[in-house]
C-alpha cells in the first residue's frame, strides 16, 4: 500500500473506533486514515490492536492511538475518550462498531452467554455513544456513527442474544435523536445497516452448532462495510442501509413478517453453516479476546463480493432521483409539445 499522497476528505479530523482490532473496524480505521485522520483504536487485544497501527501506519496513517479497553466497561471508555482527546484533540466523529455473538439456539444458551452479548454489543453502543456525547454536546459538533445490521431489524435464528442487542441499539438511537432534536443540537447520529460480511468473527465467535458457521450469502468484503461507514460519517443520513439483502430484510419485515418466520426457520439453520464440523474446543472471543493476530478478512474471500450496486444506489440517491424528475419533465414536455392527429371524414 502506499502512502496517502494528497489530503482526504477527514484531513485532520479525530475519529474514534470500537472493535478495531479486525473486520469492520479494522478496514474503517484504515479507510479514515487514508482520508487524513487522526484515528483511535479501540478493542481489548493488545496483539490485534499492535498488528492494525502497523498496517495504518504502513500505509501512510499520520496519527494512530492504540487503547485496549472492554466496551462492557463504561469508565473504561470515558477514560479512553479522556486520553484520546488528551493526545489528538477533540473527537470529531465516534464509529460504535464492537459486537460478540454466539451461535446457538436459546434453549443451549446460558443467561451469562445472553448477559455478555448483551454487555458488548447492546451496552458498548451506548457506552460509547455517551462518551462520546459527553465531549460533542458543549461543543455543538460531531458525528456518532452506530455500526448496525439488517438484523436489527429483522431477527434470524441461532443468533437470538446478538438479534436482541441489535434491536435495542435501534430503540435507543431513535430516542437519542428525538432529544437531540430537541435540543436543537447538530451533533448527528446515524446508524449504518450491514449486510453478511466477510469477517473474522465466524472464526472466533462462541458457536454450539455441529458445523462452523459461516455468513449467509450474499457476502461482501469488509472494504463495502468501510466505505458506507465513511459516507456516513459525511453526510447526514438518518440511517444507510448496505446491499440489497438489508433492503430485503426490512421491507419484507415491514410487510410480511409472518412469512419471513416461516422461511428463515426452514432454511436459516443450514444457511449458517459450512459443511465441515466446528472444533468445540476452540478459544472464541466472548469473554476475552483470542490470543493471535487479528486480521481484516474472514475466511470467506471466495465468494465475497468487493462492491454493492444497492450501496451505489443510496449513495446517489438524490442525483438519481433528480435525474428520474428530470426525465419525466422532458418527457411530460415532448407529449405536450407533440403535433395533434386529425383523421378527415370522422367527428
Known amino acids: 500500500m502506499s502512502a496517502r499522497k494528497h489530503p482526504g476528505k477527514f484531513i485532520d479530523q479525530v475519529v474514534?473506533?470500537?472493535?478495531?482490532?479486525?473486520?469492520?473496524?479494522?478496514?474503517?480505521a484504515l479507510a479514515f486514515a487514508r482520508e487524513g485522520a487522526k484515528v483511535a483504536l479501540i478493542a481489548r487485544g493488545e496483539e490485534g490492536l499492535q498488528s492494525a497501527r502497523d498496517e495504518i501506519e504502513n500505509a501512510g496513517g499520520a496519527a494512530v492511538l492504540t487503547i485496549s479497553a472492554d466496551v462492557a466497561d463504561a469508565q473504561a471508555l470515558d477514560d479512553a475518550a479522556e486520553r484520546i482527546?488528551?493526545?489528538?484533540?477533540?473527537?470529531?466523529?465516534?464509529?460504535?462498531?464492537?459486537?460478540?455473538?454466539?451461535?446457538?439456539?436459546?434453549?443451549?444458551?446460558?443467561?451469562?452467554?445472553?448477559?455478555?452479548?448483551?454487555?458488548v454489543t447492546?451496552?458498548?453502543?451506548?457506552?460509547?455513544?455517551?462518551?462520546?456525547?459527553?465531549?460533542?454536546?458543549?461543543?455543538?459538533?460531531?458525528?456518532?456513527?452506530?455500526?448496525?445490521?439488517?438484523?436489527?431489524?429483522?431477527?434470524?435464528?441461532?443468533?437470538?442474544?446478538?438479534?436482541?442487542?441489535?434491536?435495542?441499539?435501534?430503540?435507543?438511537?431513535?430516542?437519542?435523536r428525538c432529544e437531540l432534536i430537541h435540543?436543537?443540537?447538530?451533533?448527528?447520529?446515524?446508524?449504518?445497516?450491514?449486510?453478511?460480511?466477510?469477517?473474522?468473527?465466524?472464526?472466533?465467535?462462541?458457536?454450539?452448532?455441529?458445523?462452523?458457521?459461516?455468513?449467509v450469502p450474499p457476502i461482501f468484503q469488509p472494504e463495502v462495510a468501510a466505505d458506507a461507514i465513511l459516507f456516513a460519517a459525511s453526510h447526514r443520513r438518518r440511517d444507510l442501509p448496505v446491499g440489497a439483502p438489508t433492503w430485503k430484510a426490512e421491507w419484507g419485515q415491514r410487510f410480511v413478517p409472518g412469512l419471513l418466520d416461516w422461511y428463515l426457520g426452514r432454511t436459516a439453520y443450514e444457511g449458517q453453516q459450512t459443511d465441515e464440523p466446528d472444533d468445540h474446543d476452540r478459544a472464541d472471543n466472548l469473554f476475552a479476546p483470542v490470543a493471535r493476530d487479528a486480521a481484516t478478512h474472514g475466511e470467506f474471500d471466495?465468494?465475497?463480493?468487493?462492491?454493492?450496486?444497492?450501496?451505489?444506489v443510496e449513495k446517489h440517491r438524490a442525483a438519481i432521483g433528480t435525474g428520474?424528475?428530470?426525465?419525466?419533465?422532458?418527457?411530460?414536455?415532448?407529449?405536450?409539445?407533440?403535433?395533434?392527429?386529425?383523421?378527415?371524414?370522422?367527428?
Not at 16 to 28: E, K, N
Not at 101 to 116: G, N, S, W
Not at 302 to 312: D, I, K, M
Open 122 to 176: 447492546y451496552l458498548g453502543g451506548v457506552y460509547g455513544t455517551m462518551a462520546a456525547l459527553k465531549r460533542m454536546r458543549p461543543r455543538d459538533h460531531g458525528t456518532i456513527v452506530q455500526v448496525s445490521s439488517a438484523l436489527a431489524h429483522r431477527s434470524i435464528p441461532l443468533q437470538s442474544a446478538y438479534c436482541g442487542a441489535k434491536h435495542a441499539l435501534a430503540g435507543f438511537i431513535d430516542a437519542l
Open 16 to 28: 474514534v473506533i470500537t472493535g478495531a482490532s479486525a473486520g469492520v473496524g479494522r478496514a474503517t
Open 324 to 347: 428520474l424528475l428530470i426525465a419525466g419533465a422532458l418527457g411530460a414536455l415532448g407529449c405536450a409539445r407533440r403535433p395533434r392527429k386529425y383523421t378527415w371524414g370522422r367527428s
Open 85 to 119: 482527546e488528551r493526545e489528538l484533540g477533540p473527537i470529531d466523529i465516534w464509529v460504535n462498531n464492537a459486537m460478540v455473538t454466539v451461535f446457538a439456539p436459546v434453549a443451549e444458551l446460558t443467561p451469562e452467554e445472553f448477559k455478555r452479548v448483551t454487555e
Open 302 to 312: 471466495r465468494g465475497a463480493r468487493n462492491s454493492s450496486w444497492a450501496l451505489w
Open 183 to 215: 435540543e436543537r443540537s447538530n451533533v448527528h447520529v446515524t446508524a449504518v445497516q450491514m449486510p453478511a460480511l466477510n469477517t473474522p468473527q465466524f472464526s472466533w465467535a462462541r458457536n454450539k452448532l455441529p458445523k462452523r458457521p459461516q455468513p
